[in-house]
Nanobody
């Protein structure tokens, strides 16, 4: 059974940094894209970033470009989201997810497996 476990969330002041981790288990993830999404209460879950299997292909949503970096360590089946220059509007529950292939990496409904989420709170 596939499991995704996020960690690294917390409370940080605006301008600060956090690094989220997502450890995957339960199958071989060769060819699988890893993505990060976030959700604020009362709003739809939104795409943040995705990374292909090899790690050479990444895609960030415009609002986090230049501030967030997604990476992965396939030997550890772990994906990371380094978040710098955090803003109060980045406050959300952050979820990692995975799916086979990279096509439509930003489409939430294409992802098969999801973690439980980790809270990120940025104070002003």
């Amino acid at each position: 059974q596939v499991q995704l476990v996020e960690s690294g969330g917390g409370l940080v002041h605006a301008g600060g940094s956090l690094r989220l981790s997502c450890a995957a288990s339960g199958r071989t993830f060769t060819g699988y894209t890893m993505g990060w999404f976030r959700q604020v209460p009362g709003k739809e879950r939104e795409f943040v970033a995705a990374i292909g299997w090899s790690g050479s292909t990444t895609y960030n949503t415009d609002s986090v470009k230049g501030r967030f970096t997604i990476s992965r360590d396939n030997a550890k089946n772990t994906v990371y989201l380094q978040m710098n220059s955090l803003k109060p509007e980045d406050t959300a529950v952050y979820y990692c997810a995975t799916k086979y292939g990279y096509f439509r990496a930003e489409i939430m409904n294409d992802y098969n497996y999801w973690g439980q989420g980790t809270q990120v709170t940025v104070s002003s």
